[in-house]
Nanobody, 116 residues
């Protein structure tokens, strides 16, 4: 069983930056995908970015050019660098890990609040 722990959320002004981290409690076996989702108040959870075990990335259009997903396989950790933050980026950010048999694991979430 893999447990995920997110960190790095907080309150930031519009235009600022935050870096989220997601640490897995156990060694992650390839192939796999790690992802960041977010959920704004009153809205459904949406996929923000994904990164495969070989480094391929994908982003939702609204964050392209502002957010960067990365991972350190040796540390079993994924990151989300968020720059030029906007108020609409506010929400709870969740880390997700999907293993090679498509089991999904979720972190507890970290709050990101962007003030205007």
């Amino acid at each position: 069983q893999v447990q995920l722990v997110e960190s790095g959320g907080g309150l930031v002004q519009a235009g600022g930056s935050l870096r989220l981290s997601c640490a897995a409690s156990a060694r992650i076996v390839s192939p796999n995908i790690m992802a960041w989702y977010r959920q704004a108040p009153g809205k459904q959870r949406e996929l923000v970015a994904t990164i495969s075990s070989d480094g391929r990335t994908n982003y939702v259009d609204s964050v392209k050019g502002r957010f960067t997903i990365s991972r350190d396989n040796a540390k079993n950790t994924a990151y989300l660098q968020m720059n030029s933050l906007k108020p609409e980026d506010t929400g709870v950010y969740y880390c997700n890990y999907r293993d090679f048999v498509r089991n999904d694991y979720w972190g507890q979430g970290t709050q990101v609040t962007v003030s205007s």
